[in-house]
């Protein structure tokens, strides 16, 4: 409350959400610290220094001691909690008298401080909010209103608006006094003028005071007893503020709200003070002063104080004080969630359905959030089912989020639901539901005059609907909401269609009619809750076209999918087709700010939705469709509304708004640099739209792409191959959609996706299924049983039955035409859903007829056959309203009549009278009494009315009428009586009844049968009376309630489209009592058909009634005619399930009868009556069910019958079932010949196809398709369908030998006018200098031959072949790896024919390792001649070859003997001559030598021999021997499957080219397996010897011999040395010679001269001294000591002798013996 300098008062409230969130958001003081405040400067905390909003609630230096007291009071006040508790704690007309107490007082400064200092916090808030804005807008005090009340007339549906103000304040008003109720709001919200503020002002008061005198209460309030509250509010105030004031003052002691005792004893003294205000002594008067002193020096000190406190703590986070609770509710129903939220700075709500923000725009009317005083509500409005979810109200700010939870359950009546009771006041339901928004329960009614009627218009014309609205009782100045409706959706003003409501009459203008306009119009007013509603259909025809014959205008042109690449437009087909069927569609755009139109489609389409592409990408659009025929182009239609070609989600992006404001926190993320990297594939690619025109495709993007943008290629392929070929080579996909053209009709496909960026094309998607281009949607079959019943003399109810299997419905079309005139006259232009209409302006008296075709965006149906006749006048007892039209199934479709009360209309119904009374024969006028002045709904029950439809006939034509105005009407009677009745079943109060069909039907087939009964008490028959009310269609029926023990008789007559027949006769009595009959009844009408020779097929229907429990199955029993009753044989073993069976294995010329057996779970029911006699026999001229598929791939069954009658016709069954209604076939009849076509053959087809031909003698076929002859059926189809040329060899690309690229193919044949088209990325290539083409028609050979691959011949490779009708083409991708591997191809057999022009390589140096061990080097050349040259290399040293290379064989070698790691390295070969060199390298390091070396061991571990075992003097050797031996090669010894361990004792070791194990000393331990594995780098191979047993013994004793021989040898006597073999010596010398001799023990010594011992003398001293040193002593030696000596030396272990020659010369004799050899050398040289 806020007082202003003329003293008026301002409540400032705010009743819409939005309003509240402005106030919140601009001057939300409500949580402001005091200590903010210093002086006349206003310090603002760091978190809303940047934010303008906070600073308008600043500027006013007069709010500032306000909003400071107010904080005090939050700070310290115990009756303060969250917000608006305080408020809740006292009532607004507390806060209002202690205002006016403290305006009263205002002569004092303090006076006025206190008085600001006592206002709550909901009256402060209220305060600053009005004062800010009215200062800051320039507003004057008349200015600050409530919302005007024309926001309460919005769409919202039985919206509560609560009464402004309370109960309590409503007590506290004097009754004479008038509330000056005002509102603050926006200037740019509700503009409204000074009158209407006026209105508004004077509605509100006259409101509040109906109020106040509707509580019969008279309150009185004297002003003393006023003043004492607004002085115990004012002292109540005071003390929650001064808790730390003097303790003089009263009220200072009592600063907690639990001592109210306190306070209400101060109350009562403040009073009595109040009246002796006047008498007051100069004491008190200091005192108070004193006091107000002391109280403002502590404001003060507190303000210092929190001016130094850290602005962080001032923050908190959200916390609920009171959380939303969860609600079950009914539907339609209203419901509100309440939460209560603290925080610092204040926390914004956000309110979330299912963890989705609710967007109070995108629903108007259906929510409404509200946050008002720290309340935050969301309110649900006529709660559906959908609206059942989880609701979290989101509470955040900067420090921190929190959220609650509340589940909302919307339960639903299973009854039929009275809306009554939500408009009929508080005398029939709760309070809520009878308030209105203005504050009382009352009744309003509304009433509609001159209103509008059924109109008609033309496109192009102007239009107004109005009528004048008259609500009683009048409320002045308030107006109602009004609002229209087209078929129940909402109409809003546009360009249009505009709206105007003059104050007593609504109008709806067209400005501009389009047959989009044509629909149910209804005009709803609304006051409060309660509303009435008034409907009427608008009909707008053609205009007249400008080229007679041309097609009228689509209409409904919308868009149904965009994106940056294309726009899908859909639209629906025209009634009027100007007389030639169209032949399709164009479809134009136009640029939003342009007037330039250019069509998008170069050839008409079909399908009444097409992708428009070639759009620029953000740029705006409109689009519009004209329909074309054989005669021209029609009129345009309707503009669509514009669409940005912008993928959804960049829409969403530009559209969308932050949830919450600034909450001072900015989160920064590091996300690693993608840049470069290779985006990855698509994923969900699938097919969204597949048509005859294009293909839809939809994925999504790839996870991994980098923070650049990415695009797409698609490629397709034919279903089979892998022959992908790239679709959009040009121009790269932007959106994760694409439309592809141009795809053969026919043809499977398969698709894939690509992504691409700067860092290259990624990995292909996962491929879709196989996709045949064609229709997926077929056009709906024609509608049937058009029954037209009269309503009005200018209007007629045409029904029908919906067509059968249509999918995606867009509606239908009505025609009427005079009866005999031919001309047709669409009744509606703008499809109808639902399965009646009503047909205005007919000429009364006029017969007309009627017919109907659906429509979906396939196309349009046939047209329904022609209906009866039907005179134009109003139906008996008046009519259906004139306002009758296609009923909508969703609110406000469901019409109402003039109470407000919702309608659920009933179809009229017919009545019959007892069918056995005294005019049996005559059914009853149908009554529409029941049914005046309702509306129509859109379902029809079912009625008599259905059952008096005549049987469906073929359908004629398209474009043609089924009727022949000239052509007599077949004569029909009713229906002879049934007979034999029969009483099936009895049960308590129950009958089941069965009889036969009449024996004459009257022309026309059967609709149904009535039963009337009557009890026959000792004999007397009563009155009739009738079982049932609506027609029953079997030929049994189950009548309840009757009485048990009694005896009944029955009657029944049958019904066709004449009319009722005769009843039949009177059946016997039957007494009604339970029966125990389980078994099921027999089966009846068997029926033999396909008699041949050896078969025939029996058909039968099930047992009328069927016992206790279903049946499950049937036996089939047959006989021969003539034979005994005890001759009868079951066919099956097992029941079957079907009602046919084709029996099998007849003889030829016997006449069998057959019978049906029924079972269910009781057992066996009685047998049928038979069936036959038939004879087995095939009569001449059966012909049979041929299958036929024409040369466009149609299959049919043909059937011909040369027997036919004028009456015969050809009946078709599918399983022995009629296809007469079948979606998937067509049958056509001609003379005696008849066709039945499958539309899309497939296995919900599989079955027995069956021709009958009636009025004949059983002349009947069969023809069964099971899944094999399916699949021929379907190959043969296609074949046919579309005829290709036989491939042998697919398109296929190979290098030839210069490197040239050769690509071919081969057909199986061509004709001599074979075709062939060269495509290259989707554009045709000729031969030139680039492509050599060749095509071979005797082979079929198709070749194209180019020099080289460049980098631009990058791409996809068709050959089209045509010859004749049959085509064919094969294509191949080279692109990506597969081309730079093609192309790295091409060029290295260039180059490599270069290379060949000289001396070359055939095969390149390589190594072999021989068996020798060695590894020998060779290479193969060719083209070698004597001059040519080959050097070998190694470590690019040359080698030195002994051997010369003749080159005979080609083969050139180097051999390496002994290889080791020191000839590693790289051997290099070179050819030269003077025509070219070539060379070939060898590297034999690192990997390739150890795979060399590997080898090598290998060689030399398989030359390993055998293992032998050899004995030594030291013990046993196993030893092997290998071709060489190198390190590499690694040998392992085991003995006994364990590795031995080598020691002193046992060795291993190689000597040259023996690898051994030596055991010295071998114990029996040695003994066991050994074996030796040499282990070449890869594998391990072993030899093995077994040292134990006999091999063991014999090398162990072996051992042994050695052993002690080589002790013997090494201890037997020997001489060491010192004798020489001759000594020479001249006589006369002395000789002495001196030998070592060895042994142990020492061996003894003697000497021998010419075979003799030799004794020592003193010529011949010999010596032997310390067992060693032997002498030889002769002292002058003469001629004859000259002989052979020897010196014998001997121990026990063996003697040694050494011999030597002595040679004794004298110097004479040697000079002549020289001189002698002289003189005969001389001799012989002469």
Same mark, same amino acid.
């Given at each position: 409350?806020?007082?202003?300098?003329?003293?008026?008062?301002?409540?400032?409230?705010?009743?819409?959400?939005?309003?509240?969130?402005?106030?919140?958001?601009?001057?939300?003081?409500?949580?402001?610290?005091?200590?903010?405040?210093?002086?006349?400067?206003?310090?603002?905390?760091?978190?809303?220094?940047?934010?303008?909003?906070?600073?308008?609630?600043?500027?006013?230096?007069?709010?500032?001691?306000?909003?400071?007291?107010?904080?005090?009071?939050?700070?310290?006040?115990?009756?303060?909690?969250?917000?608006?508790?305080?408020?809740?704690?006292?009532?607004?007309?507390?806060?209002?008298?202690?205002?006016?107490?403290?305006?009263?007082?205002?002569?004092?400064?303090?006076?006025?401080?206190?008085?600001?200092?006592?206002?709550?916090?909901?009256?402060?808030?209220?305060?600053?909010?009005?004062?800010?804005?009215?200062?800051?807008?320039?507003?004057?005090?008349?200015?600050?209103?409530?919302?005007?009340?024309?926001?309460?007339?919005?769409?919202?549906?039985?919206?509560?608006?609560?009464?402004?103000?309370?109960?309590?304040?409503?007590?506290?008003?004097?009754?004479?006094?008038?509330?000056?109720?005002?509102?603050?709001?926006?200037?740019?919200?509700?503009?409204?003028?000074?009158?209407?503020?006026?209105?508004?002002?004077?509605?509100?008061?006259?409101?509040?005071?109906?109020?106040?005198?509707?509580?019969?209460?008279?309150?009185?309030?004297?002003?003393?007893?006023?003043?004492?509250?607004?002085?115990?509010?004012?002292?109540?105030s005071m003390a929650s503020k001064q808790s730390t004031a003097s303790k003089q003052s009263t009220a200072s002691r009592q600063s907690t709200a639990s001592r109210q005792s306190v306070v209400s004893k101060q109350a009562t003294s403040a009073l009595q003070q109040e009246v002796t205000s006047e008498k007051k002594s100069r004491k008190v008067v200091i005192r108070e002063k004193a006091e107000h002193l002391s109280l403002r020096k502590t404001l003060e000190e507190t303000e210092t104080y929190h001016a130094k406190l850290n602005e962080d703590h001032l923050l908190h986070a959200p916390e609920f004080i009171i959380k939303p609770r969860s609600h079950t509710v009914w539907e339609k129903e209203n419901v509100k969630l309440h939460c209560?939220?603290?925080?610092?700075?204040?926390?914004?709500?956000?309110?979330?359905?299912?963890?989705?923000?609710?967007?109070?725009?995108?629903?108007?009317?259906?929510?409404?959030?509200?946050?008002?005083?720290?309340?935050?509500?969301?309110e649900i409005n006529a709660c559906d089912f959908e609206d059942t979810a989880q609701y979290r109200a989101s509470a955040m700010n900067v420090k921190g989020e929190l959220s609650a939870y509340a589940s909302v359950v919307v339960k639903r009546y299973k009854g039929e639901f009275d809306e009554t009771r939500f408009h009929a006041g508080a005398s029939t339901m709760p309070l809520s539901f009878g308030v209105t928004p203005y504050g009382y329960a009352s009744r309003f009614e509304i009433h509609f005059d001159d209103k509008f009627d059924v109109s008609f218009g033309r496109e192009g014309e102007t239009m107004s609907l109005g009528c004048r609205v008259v609500i009683t009782p009048e409320i002045k100045h308030f107006q109602p909401e009004i609002q229209w409706y087209r078929n129940g959706v909402p109409l809003s003003p546009s360009k249009w269609v505009q709206t105007l409501w003059s104050g007593e009459r609504a109008t709806l203008t067209f400005s501009h009619l389009n047959k989009e306009d044509e629909g149910l119009y209804t005009i709803r007013v609304r006051m409060g809750e309660y509303y009435e509603q008034y409907?009427?259909?608008?009909?707008?025809?053609?205009?007249?076209?400008?080229?007679?014959?041309?097609?009228?205008?689509?209409?409904?042109?919308?868009?149904?999918?965009?994106?940056?690449?294309?726009?899908?437009?859909?639209?629906?087909?025209?009634?009027?087709?100007?007389?030639?069927?169209?032949?399709?569609?164009?479809?134009?755009?136009?640029?939003?700010?342009?007037?330039?139109?250019?069509?998008?489609?170069?050839? =008409? !389409?079909?399908?009444?939705?097409?992708?428009?592409?070639? /759009?620029?990408? @953000?740029? &705006? *659009?409109? +689009? $519009? %469709? #004209?329909?074309?025929?054989?005669?021209?182009?029609?009129?345009?239609?309707?503009?669509?509304?514009?669409?940005?070609?912008?993928?959804?989600?960049?829409?969403?992006?530009?559209?969308?708004?932050?949830?919450?404001?600034?909450?001072?926190?900015?989160?920064?993320?590091?996300?690693?640099?993608?840049?470069?990297?290779?985006?990855?594939?698509?994923?969900?690619?699938?097919?969204?739209?597949?048509?005859?025109?294009?293909?839809?495709?939809?994925?999504?993007?790839?996870?991994?792409?980098?923070?650049?943008?990415?695009?797409?290629?698609?490629?397709?392929?034919?279903?089979?191959?892998?022959?992908?070929?790239?679709?959009?080579?040009?121009? =790269? !996909?932007?959106?994760?959609?694409?439309?592809?053209?141009? /795809?053969?009709? @026919?043809? &499977? *496909?398969? +698709? $894939? %996706? #690509?992504?691409?960026?700067?860092?290259?094309v990624g990995e292909p998607s996962e491929a879709t299924e196989v996709t045949v281009v064609g229709d997926k949607l077929d056009i709906p079959k024609a509608p049937g049983k058009i029954i037209p019943s009269r309503n009005t003399d200018t209007s007629v109810v045409v029904s029908w039955e919906e067509s059968k299997d249509a999918k995606e419905l867009v509606g239908y079309y009505i025609e009427a035409s005079v009866a005999g005139s031919g001309k047709w006259e669409p009744c509606n232009n703008n499809p109808v859903k639902g399965s009646r209409f009503t047909c205005h302006g007919l000429v009364t008296g006029q017969s007309y007829i009627f017919r109907v075709r659906a429509v979906n965006a396939a196309g349009l149906s046939e047209y329904s056959q022609d209906s009866e006749a039907i005179e134009v006048k109003a139906a008996i007892g008046g009519g259906v309203s004139p306002d009758v039209c296609p009923a909508l199934s969703d609110e406000p479709g469901g019409l109402t009549a003039s109470r407000g009360r919702v309608h659920e209309a009933s179809p009229p119904t017919f009545q019959k009278d007892a069918l056995l009374g005294s005019k049996p024969n005559k059914p009853s006028l149908p009554s529409s009494s029941q049914n005046l002045g309702q509306t129509e709904v859109s379902k029809v029950s079912e009625t008599v009315q259905e059952e008096l439809t005549p049987p469906p006939q073929k359908a004629a034509p398209q474009g043609k009428s089924k009727s022949d105005p000239l052509k007599k009407k077949t004569d029909r009677a009713p229906p002879s009586p049934p007979c034999d009745i029969t009483c099936l079943e009895s049960f308590r109060d129950s009958?089941?009844?069965?009889?036969?069909?009449?024996?004459?039907?009257?022309?026309?087939?059967?609709?149904?049968?009535?039963?009337?009964?009557?009890?026959?008490?000792?004999?007397?028959?009563?009155?009739?009376?009738?079982?049932?009310?609506?027609?029953?269609?079997?030929?049994?029926?189950?009548?309840?309630?009757?009485?048990?023990?009694?005896?009944?008789?029955?009657?029944?007559?049958?019904?066709?489209?004449?009319?009722?027949?005769?009843?039949?006769?009177?059946?016997?009595?039957?007494?009604?009592?339970?029966?125990?009959?389980?078994?099921?009844?027999?089966?009846?009408?068997?029926?033999?058909?396909?008699?041949?020779?050896?078969?025939?097929?029996?058909?039968?229907?099930?047992?009328?009634?069927?016992?206790?429990?279903?049946?499950?199955?049937?036996?089939?029993?047959?006989?021969?005619?003539?034979?005994?009753?005890?001759?009868?044989?079951?066919?099956?073993?097992?029941?079957?399930?079907?009602?046919?069976?084709?029996?099998?294995?007849?003889?030829?010329?016997?006449?069998?009868?057959?019978?049906?057996?029924?079972?269910?779970?009781?057992?066996?029911?009685?047998?049928?009556?038979?069936?036959?006699?038939?004879?087995?026999?095939?009569?001449?001229?059966?012909?049979?069910?041929?299958?036929?598929?024409?040369?466009?791939?149609v299959i049919s069954l043909n059937f011909e019958c040369d027997k036919m009658t004028p009456k015969s016709e050809f009946s078709w069954t599918k399983d022995y079932v009629s296809t007469e209604d079948s979606p998937r076939l067509e049958v056509e009849s001609k003379g005696n010949k008849t066709k039945m076509t499958f539309k899309d053959l497939g296995m919900d087809d599989l079955g027995i196809y069956s021709c009958d031909v009636t009025d004949t003698d059983g002349i009947a076929s069969s023809y069964l398709i099971d899944e094999e002859e399916l699949k021929r059926l379907l190959a043969l189809s296609h074949e046919h369908k579309f005829p290709t040329v036989p491939v042998k060899s697919e398109l296929a690309v190979e290098i030839l030998e210069k490197g040239q690229v050769r690509f071919w193919m081969q057909a199986e044949k061509l004709s001599g006018n074979a075709k062939v088209n060269y495509i290259f990325n989707e554009k045709e290539i000729f031969e030139g200098p680039k492509y050599k083409m060749h095509i071979d028609r005797n082979t079929g050979i198709i070749e194209m031959f180019m020099e080289k691959l460049q980098d631009e011949d990058e791409g996809t490779y068709t050959f089209q072949l045509q010859d004749g009708k049959a085509t064919n083409h094969s294509t191949v991708v080279l692109v990506g790896d597969v081309f730079k591997k093609l192309q790295k191809e091409a060029e290295f057999q260039r180059q490599e024919w270069i290379r060949k022009q000289g001396p070359h390589f055939v095969e390149y140096l390589s190594w072999e390792v021989t068996g020798e061990c060695n590894v020998l080097?060779?290479?193969?050349?060719?083209?070698?001649?004597?001059?040519?040259?080959?050097?070998?290399?190694?470590?690019?040293?040359?080698?030195?070859?002994?051997?010369?290379?003749?080159?005979?064989?080609?083969?050139?070698?180097?051999?390496?003997?002994?290889?080791?790691?020191?000839?590693?390295?790289?051997?290099?070969?070179?050819?030269?001559?003077?025509?070219?060199?070539?060379?070939?390298?060898?590297?034999?390091?690192?990997?390739?030598?150890?795979?060399?070396?590997?080898?090598?061991?290998?060689?030399?571990?398989?030359?390993?021999?055998?293992l032998k075992i050899q004995s030594t003097a030291e013990g046993i050797r196993l030893y092997s021997f290998v071709?060489?031996?190198?390190?590499?090669?690694?040998?392992?010894?085991?003995?006994?499957?364990?590795?031995?361990?080598?020691?002193?004792?046992?060795?291993?070791?190689?000597?040259?080219?023996?690898?051994?194990?030596?055991?010295?000393?071998?114990?029996?331990?040695?003994?066991?397996?050994?074996?030796?594995?040499?282990?070449?780098?890869?594998?391990?191979?072993?030899?093995?010897?077994?040292?134990?047993?006999?091999?063991?013994?014999?090398?162990?004793?072996?051992?042994?011999?050695?052993?002690?021989?080589?002790?013997?040898?090494?201890?037997?006597?020997?001489?060491?040395?010192?004798?020489?073999?001759?000594?020479?010596?001249?006589?006369?010398?002395?000789?002495?010679?001196?030998?070592?001799?060895?042994?142990?023990?020492?061996?003894?010594?003697?000497?021998?001269?010419?075979?003799?011992?030799?004794?020592?003398?003193?010529?011949?001293?010999?010596?032997?001294?310390?067992?060693?040193?032997?002498?030889?002593?002769?002292?002058?030696?003469?001629?004859?000591?000259?002989?052979?000596?020897?010196?014998?030396?001997?121990?026990?272990?063996?003697?040694?002798?050494?011999?030597?020659?002595?040679?004794?010369?004298?110097?004479?004799?040697e000079a002549r013996m020289a001189a002698l050899e002289s003189l005969k050398g001389g001799k012989k040289a002469k």
């Open positions: 409350m806020l007082t202003n300098s003329r003293g008026g008062v301002f409540i400032l409230s705010s009743s819409s959400s939005a309003s509240s969130e402005h106030f919140h958001h601009h001057y939300s003081f409500g949580n402001w610290w005091p200590g903010s405040f210093k002086g006349h400067r206003m310090s603002l905390p760091f978190y809303q220094r940047s934010h303008q909003h906070y600073d308008l609630s600043y500027r006013n230096k007069d709010l500032r001691t306000t909003v400071s007291h107010y904080q005090r009071a939050k700070k310290h006040s115990a009756i303060y909690t969250q917000g608006s508790t305080a408020y809740s704690s006292r009532s607004s007309a507390a806060h209002r008298q202690e205002s006016e107490a403290f305006r009263q007082a205002s002569a004092s400064s303090f006076q006025q401080q206190a008085s600001q200092y006592a206002l709550s916090s909901e009256v402060s808030r209220k305060a600053a909010s009005a004062y800010d804005y009215g200062s800051s807008h320039g507003l004057t005090d008349s200015s600050l209103l409530l919302d005007d009340y024309s926001s309460k007339l919005s769409p919202k549906p039985k919206r509560a608006k609560h009464s402004l103000l309370s109960g309590e304040e409503k007590e506290n008003l004097p009754s004479d006094y008038m509330v000056p109720i005002f509102s603050g709001r926006q200037k740019h919200v509700s503009g409204i003028t000074d009158t209407e503020e006026e209105r508004i002002k004077e509605a509100a008061a006259y409101i509040a005071q109906r109020n106040l005198l509707a509580s019969e209460e008279g309150i009185t309030t004297s002003k003393q007893s006023t003043a004492s509250k607004q002085t115990t509010a004012s002292k109540q209560s939220i603290a925080g610092w700075p204040e926390p914004r709500v956000t309110w979330y359905k299912n963890q989705v923000p609710i967007n109070v725009h995108a629903n108007p009317g259906k929510y409404i959030i509200e946050s008002r005083y720290g309340m935050h509500t969301l409907s009427a259909y608008v009909f707008v025809r053609d205009a007249d076209a400008e080229i007679e014959g041309a097609p009228a205008a689509p209409l409904d042109v919308k868009c149904l999918e965009a994106n940056k690449d294309y726009i899908i437009i859909s639209w629906k087909q025209p009634a009027v087709d100007g007389g030639s069927p169209i032949l399709g569609y164009f479809i134009d755009k136009c640029e939003v700010g342009t007037d330039s139109w250019s069509q998008c489609n170069d050839t =008409p !389409v079909k399908f009444a939705r097409f992708p428009v592409t070639g /759009l620029i990408e @953000g740029r &705006s *659009y409109i +689009f $519009r %469709v #004209r329909a074309v025929n054989k005669t021209g182009i029609g009129f345009p239609s309707r503009v669509s509304e514009p669409v940005a070609a912008l993928d959804p989600a960049e829409k969403a992006r530009l559209k969308s708004r932050p949830s919450a404001p600034w909450t001072g926190q900015i989160i920064v993320t590091e996300e690693e640099p993608s840049e470069g990297i290779v985006p990855g594939p698509p994923t969900d690619l699938s097919v969204t739209e597949a048509t005859r025109s294009y293909v839809v495709l939809s994925w999504k993007p790839p996870g991994q792409r980098g923070h650049e943008g990415i695009m797409y290629f698609v490629e397709k392929c034919e279903a089979g191959t892998e022959n992908w070929q790239r679709v959009n080579t040009e121009l =790269p !996909v932007k959106s994760p959609r694409f439309a592809l053209f141009d /795809l053969a009709e @026919g043809k &499977s *496909y398969c +698709f $894939r %996706v #690509r992504c691409s960026n700067s860092a290259g009958m089941v009844l069965g009889w036969k069909q009449p024996d004459k039907i009257g022309g026309a087939e059967i609709t149904g049968y009535y039963v009337n009964y009557r009890e026959v008490i000792d004999g007397v028959p009563g009155k009739w009376r009738e079982a049932n009310v609506k027609a029953v269609s079997e030929e049994a029926y189950k009548i309840s309630n009757l009485k048990e023990n009694m005896v009944y008789q029955f009657q029944v007559a049958a019904m066709n489209m004449a009319g009722l027949g005769a009843p039949s006769a009177v059946s016997e009595c039957f007494k009604c009592e339970e029966w125990t009959i389980a078994v099921p009844g027999p089966p009846h009408s068997l029926k033999c058909s396909e008699v041949r020779k050896d078969s025939l097929v029996l058909q039968w229907k099930p047992p009328v009634h069927s016992g206790r429990t279903p049946v499950t199955g049937y036996f089939v029993d047959l006989k021969e005619a003539k034979a005994k009753e005890d001759q009868w044989r079951g066919l099956n073993e097992a029941a079957i399930k079907n009602v046919y069976l084709k029996v099998r294995g007849l003889k030829e010329g016997v006449s069998y009868v057959f019978r049906v057996r029924a079972i269910n779970q009781a057992g066996v029911g009685k047998p049928s009556d038979l069936a036959g006699p038939v004879v087995a026999e095939t009569r001449p001229g059966t012909k049979e069910v041929v299958v036929n598929v024409d040369d466009d791939g080097l060779k290479c193969k050349v060719a083209n070698i001649k004597k001059e040519t040259h080959i050097v070998w290399y190694k470590d690019e040293r040359e080698i030195s070859v002994d051997e010369k290379h003749d080159f005979k064989d080609g083969i050139c070698t180097l051999l390496i003997t002994e290889f080791s790691k020191k000839d590693a390295g790289i051997y290099e070969v070179i050819l030269k001559d003077d025509r070219g060199k070539d060379k070939s390298r060898l590297k034999l390091v690192d990997e390739a030598f150890k795979e060399l070396m590997t080898e090598v061991c290998k060689k030399i571990a398989l030359s390993a021999t055998d071709t060489y031996y190198v390190e590499d090669l690694k040998v392992n010894w085991s003995h006994n499957g364990s590795a031995i361990r080598y020691s002193d004792r046992v060795k291993t070791g190689v000597t040259g080219e023996q690898i051994w194990l030596q055991i010295n000393e071998p114990t029996p331990n040695d003994k066991g397996k050994y074996v030796m594995e040499l282990f070449d780098g890869k594998t391990g191979h072993q030899k093995t010897v077994d040292l134990s047993g006999q091999a063991y013994d014999e090398a162990y004793a072996e051992f042994q011999r050695l052993k002690q021989a080589a002790i013997a040898e090494k201890n037997r006597a020997r001489v060491l040395g010192g004798l020489p073999d001759v000594v020479t010596i001249q006589e006369g010398k002395a000789l002495n010679l001196t030998c070592n001799v060895w042994g142990d023990p020492p061996p003894e010594v003697s000497w021998l001269k010419n075979e003799k011992a030799l004794a020592s003398d003193d010529h011949c001293n010999l010596k032997f001294e310390a067992g060693k040193t032997a002498y030889f002593t002769i002292n002058g030696v003469s001629t004859a000591d000259s002989g052979k000596y020897g010196l014998v030396v001997k121990n026990k272990y063996g003697s040694e002798t050494s011999d030597f020659t002595v040679s004794v010369f004298i110097p004479e004799e």
